[in-house]
């Protein structure tokens, strides 16, 4: 059975309206295929428990899983207060499993889905979305064994309610973690980049607890950037400044490489508010992004992919999106998904959302959480014998 996917988009007044229009648009451009799996992408703006009763009424019994997203992405570009439904059909199996519990515990979620996919036997990809906005994405990577396909990200919506949600099945809410569990004659291809440079101004994290980033050379987070950026530091907790530190992400040494940690917001007292732990005493450099860099780093990631992919025929692509990169390119929108396809074509249905962090797995480690990069994960189909 040959791959194919489809796309269909909608906007409406209430989120069942929506993801009943959206559904039915995927399910007639898929024409006479049966749907394997669907994807999901949902305004914040929706409630989630609507956005599923319209969805299921006409994908009854197909595995789903979703997210909340600030604006959804399909190959026409960027979806704000939209829903999208994304459909695959072809020789394969999918399993959706919700866990309400992320927010509580990473390392427990990433058991049982370890103890799932063990359950089940054979090899399997893993795709998920979980919470942005609470629960340890760092603590879920590193819980997870080395060796499995397990990828996604971090649904986003409303920084100042840090309203979110996930979906799976005819189950959705926050704090939760939706995955699917993928296998059969598929091949999943992943690449990531980013469009942010080190500008060589050089801080030391010289206070941290848990998630809040309190001060950098001694001084709150915030005074450090109203140094650099001419605002009055109080200025930083109230939107929309408290929002625009995550254009102005850290780049933290690792090894050799900088990894990106990026703020979620900035709180009262002057803390950022990070969506990953980052160490007391180590060095930290203010990167900025440029629209010629994301659209570099689109390209980039998508060249990646199609070559992980080999000579399997791509038929759908998923693209997940930092939050910032909306925010850099407000002026342009959708120009990340042009970028994508230049290397892809036109004819590959695409649908994504913006993420507030993104996860792959890679070969030194079980899996990698990223702030601030593109990713795309192409689904193509194994050539027979």
Same mark, same amino acid.
């Given at each position: 059975?040959?791959?194919?996917?489809?796309?269909? &988009?909608?906007?409406?007044?209430?989120?069942?309206?929506?993801?009943?229009?959206?559904?039915? #648009?995927?399910?007639?451009?898929?024409?006479?295929?049966?749907?394997?799996?669907?994807?999901?992408?949902?305004?914040? #703006? %929706?409630?989630?428990?609507?956005?599923?009763?319209?969805?299921?009424?006409?994908?009854?019994?197909?595995?789903?899983?979703?997210?909340?997203?600030?604006?959804? /992405?399909?190959?026409?570009?960027?979806?704000?207060?939209?829903?999208?439904?994304?459909?695959?059909?072809?020789?394969?199996?999918?399993?959706?499993?919700?866990?309400?519990?992320?927010? #509580?515990?990473?390392?427990?979620?990433?058991?049982?889905?370890?103890?799932?996919?063990?359950?089940?036997?054979?090899?399997?990809?893993?795709?998920?979305?979980?919470?942005?906005?609470?629960?340890?994405?760092? +603590?879920?990577?590193?819980?997870?064994?080395?060796?499995?396909?397990?990828?996604?990200?971090?649904?986003?919506? !409303?920084?100042?309610?840090?309203?979110?949600?996930?979906?799976?099945?005819?189950?959705?809410?926050?704090?939760?973690?939706?995955?699917?569990?993928?296998?059969?004659?598929?091949?999943?291809?992943?690449?990531?980049?980013?469009?942010?440079?080190? &500008?060589?101004?050089?801080?030391?994290?010289?206070?941290?607890?848990?998630?809040?980033?309190?001060?950098?050379?001694?001084?709150?987070?915030?005074?450090? %950037?109203?140094?650099?950026?001419?605002?009055?530091?109080?200025?930083?907790?109230?939107?929309?400044?408290?929002?625009?530190?995550?254009?102005?992400?850290?780049?933290?040494?690792?090894?050799? !490489?900088?990894?990106?940690?990026?703020?979620?917001?900035?709180?009262? !007292?002057?803390?950022?508010?990070?969506?990953?732990?980052?160490?007391?005493?180590?060095?930290?450099? /203010?990167?900025?992004?440029?629209?010629?860099?994301?659209?570099?780093?689109?390209?980039?990631?998508?060249?990646?992919?199609?070559? +992980?992919?080999? !000579?399997?025929?791509?038929?759908?692509?998923?693209?997940?999106?930092?939050?910032?990169?909306?925010?850099?390119?407000?002026?342009?929108?959708?120009?990340?998904?042009?970028?994508?396809?230049?290397?892809?074509?036109?004819?590959?249905?695409?649908?994504?959302?913006?993420?507030?962090? #993104?996860?792959?797995?890679?070969?030194?480690?079980?899996?990698?959480?990223?702030?601030?990069?593109?990713?795309?994960?192409?689904?193509?189909?194994?050539?027979?014998?």
């Amino acid at each position: 059975m040959t791959m194919v996917s489809s796309v269909g &988009v909608a906007q409406a007044l209430d989120g069942r309206e929506a993801g009943l229009q959206a559904a039915h #648009q995927a399910l007639n451009r898929l024409g006479a295929n049966t749907p394997a799996f669907a994807v999901v992408i949902s305004s914040h #703006q %929706y409630q989630s428990r609507e956005v599923l009763n319209g969805v299921s009424s006409l994908l009854v019994e197909v595995p789903m899983i979703g997210f909340s997203s600030p604006s959804g /992405l399909t190959g026409k570009g960027e979806h704000p207060h939209s829903v999208i439904v994304a459909l695959l059909s072809g020789d394969f199996h999918a399993e959706t499993l919700w866990l309400p519990g992320y927010a #509580q515990s990473g390392r427990e979620t990433a058991a049982k889905i370890e103890k799932h996919a063990a359950e089940r036997g054979e090899r399997q990809s893993i795709l998920f979305f979980a919470d942005g906005f609470n629960g340890d994405a760092e +603590q879920f990577c590193g819980a997870i064994s080395p060796g499995g396909n397990v990828f996604g990200g971090l649904s986003s919506g !409303d920084l100042h309610t840090g309203n979110t949600y996930q979906m799976a099945g005819n189950q959705s809410g926050a704090g939760g973690l939706a995955a699917a569990f993928l296998r059969g004659n598929l091949k999943i291809a992943i690449g990531a980049d980013h469009g942010w440079d080190a &500008v060589g101004r050089q801080f030391r994290v010289t206070r941290s607890r848990g998630f809040w980033l309190r001060t950098l050379d001694g001084r709150p987070a915030s005074e450090t %950037y109203a140094g650099l950026f001419g605002y009055p530091a109080r200025d930083w907790a109230f939107p929309p400044l408290s929002y625009m530190t995550r254009l102005y992400p850290l780049g933290v040494e690792q090894g050799e !490489d900088l990894l990106v940690r990026s703020p979620i917001r900035v709180e009262a !007292d002057g803390s950022f508010r990070m969506n990953s732990a980052i160490r007391e005493g180590i060095d930290a450099y /203010l990167m900025v992004g440029s629209r010629s860099a994301c659209e570099r780093a689109a390209r980039q990631a998508t060249q990646q992919a199609l070559l +992980q992919l080999g !000579d399997a025929k791509p038929a759908f692509a998923l693209v997940l999106v930092d939050v910032a990169w909306q925010m850099l390119l407000k002026a342009q929108p959708g120009v990340e998904i042009e970028a994508v396809q230049e290397i892809l074509g036109t004819n590959i249905p695409i649908a994504g959302g913006y993420t507030l962090g #993104q996860v792959i797995p890679v070969e030194s480690q079980s899996l990698k959480f990223l702030n601030q990069h593109i990713v795309v994960i192409v689904f193509g189909e194994q050539n027979s014998a």
